[in-house]
């Protein structure tokens, strides 16, 4: 399974971004999609989860309210809608897969990795 990620950019503060997440290849059905991201000096955290079959989410608590995963089963792609961006959400934004049914925080749950995607967002 290959991960792909796209839409990232530049914005500022209380702008609105979408991430996409195409993947190539099928991850369980009892699996789920998340996005991690990574800020510059520090590490890289769980933002958002989505379960392939149920639709169940789950967010880091400083996006909820802003941020909507959702995934198109059809189109095998996973989006991050980013509403009301803050200058702190500027990171390197990562999808991953895990074939696992726990939309789980830690990184090492995840076995399939995109490349990141830059989200800048200025004051």
């Known amino acids: 399974v290959q991960l792909q990620a796209s839409g990232g950019g530049s914005v500022q503060a209380g702008g609105s971004l979408r991430l996409s997440c195409a993947a190539s290849?099928?991850?369980?059905?009892?699996?789920?999609m998340g996005w991690f991201r990574q800020a510059p000096g520090k590490e890289r955290e769980f933002v958002a989860g989505i379960t392939w079959s149920g639709g169940t989410t789950r967010y880091l608590d400083s996006v909820r309210g802003r941020f909507i995963i959702s995934r198109d089963y059809a189109k095998n792609t996973v989006y991050l809608q980013m509403d009301s961006l803050r200058p702190e959400d500027t990171a390197v934004y990562y999808c991953a897969g895990s074939n696992q049914g726990l939309i789980g925080v830690s990184r090492n749950i995840y076995q399939y990795w995109g490349q990141g995607t830059l989200v800048t967002v200025s004051s």
């Open positions: 290849g099928r991850i369980s059905e009892r699996g789920v």
